[in-house]
Nanobody
Framework: QVQLVESGGGLVQAGGSLRLSCAAS????????MAWFRQAPGKEREFVAY????????NYADSVKGRFTISRGNTKNTAYLQMNSLKPEDTAVYYC?????????????????WGQGTQVTVSS
């Protein structure tokens, strides 16, 4: 089993920044990819950002391009999401996810492990 633990959420004013962290532990795999998703109240979970094992391949939802940056730690078992210029519509629970096969998918069903989520609230 793999455990993913997110941290770094909170309340911030519009235009502010937050940095989310995700730490993977437990059974180790090689070459897995990681991603961030978010889910706002009453809405489906949606893709935010993806990063490959090496960190050389990233992808972003159009709604966050230019504002959010995904990265991985030196040990590869951590992922970060730097969120700048936050907007009220970014308010959601943010989830870290792990894809064992590094398919670069934006689909929820393509991920094998999920964290418990961390709340991000952006006030106007």
């Amino acid at each position: 089993q793999v455990q993913l633990v997110e941290s770094g959420g909170g309340l911030v004013q519009a235009g502010g920044s937050l940095r989310l962290s995700c730490a993977a532990s437990g059974r180790t795999f090689s070459s897995y990819a990681m991603a961030w998703f978010r889910q706002a109240p009453g809405k489906e979970r949606e893709f935010v950002a993806y990063i490959s094992w090496s960190g050389g391949d990233t992808n972003y939802a159009d709604s966050v391009k230019g504002r959010f940056t995904i990265s991985r730690g030196n040990t590869k078992n951590t992922a970060y999401l730097q969120m700048n210029s936050l907007k009220p519509e970014d308010t959601a629970v943010y989830y870290c996810a792990l894809d064992l096969f590094a398919t670069a998918t934006m689909n929820v069903g393509g991920y094998h492990y999920w964290g418990q989520g961390t709340q991000v609230t952006v006030s106007s």
